[in-house]
């Protein structure tokens, strides 16, 4: 009984995530939380905002930023630019938690890249699930990291512009601190039914 | 040796997510997008617009959910709302690809909770961060999804607000449209090196 539980569990976690499908995991909600690995990972990431010194390598930063660029946007424009911060005298300029961290990412949008018209602010969307992204795959690394906002704070705009000295078409959305974690905060349970409508027909 | 391999292989995918950390990965960037399961769940999700005719169980749907509530939020004010559509009148009426679909989620931001001032704009990201969480937990249970944009298109929020008698405090986002996958489209390679820049010091 042990051994069949256990490849039961392997089967779980082993499996491409794409092919576990929900047979595994459907009989609890809570219970799939803790067998499937994605779904555990996006419960479990939290903001992390204390960092070792350590430096991150450049494999694991481009995996970070292969996340980013994994993210979906609105008819594919892609209206993305990521700056890395490795100086330790811009890390520090940009104080908050960059001061602390080995990494910065700012994640900025691409004006010459973002669709026209009332479509253009799809580049915050966009910009913002390509950070999610970016958090959980630092969480699934072992990394932490914390979302900083920028944008659309105008003063904070101002100020990271300058700093990074980007140009007119870059707009920084936020800039993510990352390192090893320097500590281990719990995760917060934002789980709120009320938060949920069901709306079964138009009537 | 094979035993070796075999373990080691296990010890990677069978840790908590956390604890993997980069020693297994960070030989090599794409190799570890194949070897940590929540880097291979993010680099392979892709819209899926096609969909089976079965439903999704109430425990899958919690999970979505709840995974979507596991986003962080500017201030943890965690300003939103989710409408479950399951009517088929309401999934035809809503049109695009929740025509097709067993299940739409509206992403909306509750205004009764989004912060004051500058700082209002922050639900779009905040909900955008939740949207993406989603997409990547119904891919992680082997379902396919899409993210229809609303809002900022004023036309596509009054349209859904009104099919979805949503109150003036709720705004949709978008209208996530999801099932069980009737195609398996390629995932789109994205990685553009050149939507990076290193900023190493100040000057």
């Given at each position: 009984?042990?051994?069949?539980?256990?490849?039961?569990?392997?089967?779980?976690?082993?499996?491409?995530?794409?092919?576990?499908?929900?047979?595994?995991?459907?009989?609890?909600?809570?219970?799939?939380?803790?067998?499937?690995?994605?779904?555990?990972?996006?419960?479990?990431?939290?903001?992390?905002?204390?960092?070792?010194?350590?430096?991150?390598?450049?494999?694991?930063?481009?995996?970070?930023?292969r996340?980013?660029?994994?993210?979906?946007?609105?008819?594919?424009?892609?209206?993305?630019?990521?700056?890395?911060?490795?100086?330790?005298?811009?890390?520090?300029?940009?104080?908050?938690?960059?001061?602390?961290?080995p990494?910065?990412?700012?994640v900025?949008?691409?004006?010459?890249?973002?669709?026209e018209?009332?479509?253009?602010?799809?580049?915050?969307?966009?910009?913002s699930?390509?950070?999610?992204?970016?958090?959980?795959?630092?969480?699934?690394?072992?990394?932490?990291?914390?979302?900083?906002?920028?944008?659309?704070?105008?003063?904070?705009?101002?100020?990271?512009?300058?700093?990074?000295?980007?140009?007119?078409?870059?707009?920084?959305?936020?800039?993510?601190?990352?390192?090893?974690?320097?500590?281990?905060?719990?995760?917060k349970?934002?789980?709120?039914?009320?938060?949920?409508?069901?709306?079964?027909?138009?009537?």
């Open positions: 009984m042990k051994k069949v539980f256990i490849l039961f569990t392997l089967l779980c976690t082993t499996l491409p995530a794409s092919a576990q499908g929900v047979s595994c995991c459907q009989k609890e909600a809570q219970g799939c939380c803790r067998k499937n690995p994605v779904i555990e990972s996006i419960m479990t990431r939290t903001s992390v905002r204390q960092y070792q010194n350590r430096t991150l390598s450049a494999d694991t930063i481009e995996i970070l930023l996340a980013g660029m994994a993210a979906p946007t609105a008819r594919n424009c892609q209206p993305w630019h990521f700056v890395l911060i490795t100086g330790k005298d811009v890390l520090e300029a940009l104080g908050g938690r960059s001061k602390d961290a990494l910065a990412i700012a900025c949008g691409d004006m010459t890249k973002a669709l018209g009332e479509a253009r602010e799809y580049w915050v969307l966009d910009c699930a390509a950070t999610e992204n970016i958090l959980l795959a630092a969480h699934a690394l072992g990394l932490g990291a914390v979302w900083q906002g920028v944008y659309p704070i105008q003063q904070r705009v101002e100020q990271v512009s300058q700093l990074l000295k980007l140009p007119e078409t870059l707009v920084p959305l936020n800039v993510i601190a990352i390192g090893y974690p320097g500590e281990a905060p719990a995760p349970d934002k789980w709120k039914p009320e938060n949920v409508t069901i709306r079964k027909g138009l009537e």
